[in-house]
């Protein structure tokens, strides 16, 4: 490639967000609110529609309300009754939605796989599938810029950190059915000895997610029952003895091509500890750098109070008035920052 082309094709960026998922939309909103701009990369060719209903606790709504959009989604949520805490069950769509009409306009650039990160001296460069190469801004006046990998599980980011990858933790099976619209809409229940996690979120569209413990999947064949709804939905009806009658009516009525399951990811809480979770002017956030199995309950949550403590630290780091000093110093300061951030929580 000449370097005349490949001058054309670079551009520079301030601050980089890899992923417009949860973590990566709402990092750049807490951003934005923080009159810091941002660029987010999707791979896709659109904002992302698909997923389920997902439950969002307190520590979450704390953070929507940080960045201002906390009274629009309970406004189309589902309160989960009988609880002290407030506990919430959100469409993903919705979520995702608010988030990004919240943003500026070509805040996220969609269509945009990242390739590969390469390093130039201290600044980074971003290679995208379509010959498109970004920058860390770099010159004279400008302080240290960010890349932030909010990527997911297959975190191109983490990968390029040298994260573990996640590994398969247990087989999880996912029903979209209509019948549990019949059931309450704060219906939860969880049942430890025979399921780690079951939920019913009777919304719209209601979804019900069975997450097995190890023990129950200790003789099942993963891999054939992922491939074959007929064996998911007979493991489920198997063991659903000690639930109410009307759970196992759901589950008995829902079709087959209605029911999905995936392999659920977990990373070592040790290897987030001891990862490298931060080099230079990279980090990750999110599912990227701790994914979460859904009988916790945070994954979703956690992914937004990261977005709203990164936004505030960045923004300390990068808005401050610059010291009279080497710029090795201002450096130093926005590591030490983001090396801070997830130890945080808003009082």
């Given amino acids: ?30 951003l934005h609110r923080l009159g810091l701009r941002s660029l987010v990369l999707e791979s896709s060719d659109n904002s992302r529609s698909t997923g389920f ?37 959100v469409e993903r769509k919705d979520l995702l939605g608010t988030l990004v009409e919240a943003l500026p306009r070509d805040t996220v650039r969609y269509s945009s796989k990242v390739v590969s990160i390469e390093e ?17 801004k770099a010159d004279d006046t400008s302080r240290l810029k960010v890349l932030i990998g909010c990527d997911g599980i297959n975190s191109s980011v983490a990968n390029w950190l040298g994260l573990q990858k996640p ?39 209601a979804y019900i997610g069975f ?12 891999e054939d029952m992922e491939k074959s709804p007929v064996k998911m939905k007979q493991f489920v009806l ?11 009516n ?5 079709e087959l091509d209605s029911i999905s399951s995936a392999q659920m990811k977990f990373r070592l809480p040790w290897n987030v500890l001891l990862g490298d979770i931060i080099r230079d002017n990279v980090c990750v956030a999110g599912d990227a750098l701790h994914p979460m199995t ?42 030490k920052d983001q090396k801070g951030f997830g130890g945080l929580r808003k009082k």
């Fill in 1 to 30: 490639m000449s370097s005349s082309l490949l001058k054309e094709e670079m551009k520079e960026e301030d601050i980089v967000i890899v992923g417009a998922g949860i973590a990566g939309l709402a990092t750049s909103l807490g």
């Fill in 53 to 89: 209903a997902l439950t969002l606790w307190t520590n979450a709504w704390r953070a929507l309300d940080a960045v201002g959009i906390g009274d629009s989604l309970r406004q189309r949520s589902v309160q989960l009754r009988g609880r002290e805490s407030e506990a919430r069950c």
């Fill in 120 to 136: 130039s001296g201290p600044f980074k460069l971003v290679h995208l599938s379509d010959g498109t190469i970004l920058k860390t």
């Fill in 167 to 205: 590994g398969d933790q247990r087989l999880g099976a996912w029903l979209n059915s209509q019948m549990a619209t019949a059931l309450s809409p704060s219906f939860l229940c969880t049942l430890e000895e025979v399921f780690a996690l079951v939920s019913f979120h009777a919304m719209p569209s």
């Fill in 211 to 222: 997450a097995p413990t190890h023990h129950l999947l200790s003789n099942v064949n993963d």
């Fill in 238 to 248: 198997n063991n659903v003895g000690k639930l109410p009658q009307e759970v196992s």
């Fill in 250 to 254: 759901v589950v008995e009525r829902t």
């Fill in 294 to 335: 859904p009988d916790l309950g945070q994954g979703g949550c956690s992914a937004l109070e990261d977005s709203v403590i990164l936004a505030r630290y960045l923004a300390k780091a990068l808005l401050t008035k610059p010291r009279a000093g080497p710029k090795e110093e201002e450096e130093e300061e926005i590591s």
